[in-house]
């Protein structure tokens, strides 16, 4: 590291420390400073467990939209470092979705683009890479659920929610969150939730026929800051439900997820769209002028969120029970947990469970009754089986 890179690195280490003027150093030497002093703390990152939107997720939750969009260019340029083929493909499903790409030209300096595109100063530049910098550098080691960049060759075969099922389940939950009725949107979430299964079933009975080994795998779901733990408690009902499981990382503000492929795909999106009219089914409770204060209290909806997601976690489980007479699921449907059981124990050596105090009847009793309209308890027919009860 040359003395522009030290320097960097030692005012993003040391808060007290003035950010260096760098007037008088080349554009040219002080963005292969930069660059290098980002480069190498994202390589750190990477083996210690973080992937690309969990460090969007967790920067834009501390810094503004600047020091975002240099975490982006950063990813962005330093990813081209690695063969194609050693990038995993939720790697690069994620640095789409972040829109990592290089923009500027390569052959100027990129702290001098960046500057030019958000009308800044090159200094300003500069402040920007430490305050991004110091960032990272306060983030701690986590599970390493996906090989990194650059790790041999990766070879995967998709085996999540097929196109044409998952549209139609993205079409049911979008009108779900919608619809400006509850007894509406909780049939169709129901809808949603039974055509998944259904899905999931029928893979499990082709796995079984074809003696597929069962496997699985590890995700996160970022949610907001507000009523964390309320919101992180329905994504755990759902998980649960859809033979999954979950642990919580409140102080991060994420969820992370174990289960087979699919299951994790049918997780995501029903907590989604579940996460949207809960929130809107809480404010609702608490409007209005007959309502009065308490309904409107941080108290009454975190009561509320958590009795929305017990009763709801309880109407999944009844209505994701299988009931069939096909007996080459239950081999199928056993190894599979056994799969996520091993992973999630290797994962999470240490997990503690976590009492919650409810300090609201009224918001209990409301997220209850805007919970129990779910239409969850669906009639179908499981894959060679009866109808579900």
Known sequence: MDTVGKALWEAAANPRLRIPKLDAVSSELVDQAATEVLHRELDNLWNA???????????????????????????????????????????????????ATVWWDRSKPHLDEWARKHIELRQDAVEI??????????????????PRPGSTAIEVTHVGVSSKVLNRVRGLLAKAESTQFPEEAEALSAKAQELMNRHAF???????????????????????????????????VVAKANRSRAVVYGNIGFVALVGDEMDLEIVELLSTSLLVQATRAMVAAGSGKSKGAEARSRGYRKSFLYSYAHRVGERLEAATEVHASDDRLL???????????????????KTKAKSVTVRSEAGWEAGRTAADSANLNVNRAAVGGGPAT
């Open 49 to 99: 467990g973080w992937l690309p939107y969990d460090l969007v997720q967790v920067v834009s939750r501390h810094e503004d939209e600047r020091v975002v969009s240099m975490l982006v260019d950063a990813i962005a340029s330093e990813i081209e470092e690695y063969p194609a083929a050693t990038v995993h493909p939720r790697w690069r499903d994620q640095l789409v979705e972040i829109d």
């Open 129 to 146: 890479v430490v305050a991004l910098l110091s960032r990272l550098l306060l983030l701690p080691r986590l599970q390493n659920i996906l």
């Open 202 to 236: 029928e893979r499990a009975a082709v796995d079984a026929d074809a003696h597929v080994p069962q496997t699985a795998t590890s995700r996160r779901m970022w949610l907001d800051k507000s009523y964390f733990d309320g919101k992180a408690q329905l994504v755990h």
């Open 331 to 349: 081999p199928v449907l056993s190894e599979r947990k056994q799969a996520v059981d091993v992973l999630f124990e290797t994962l999470f050596t």
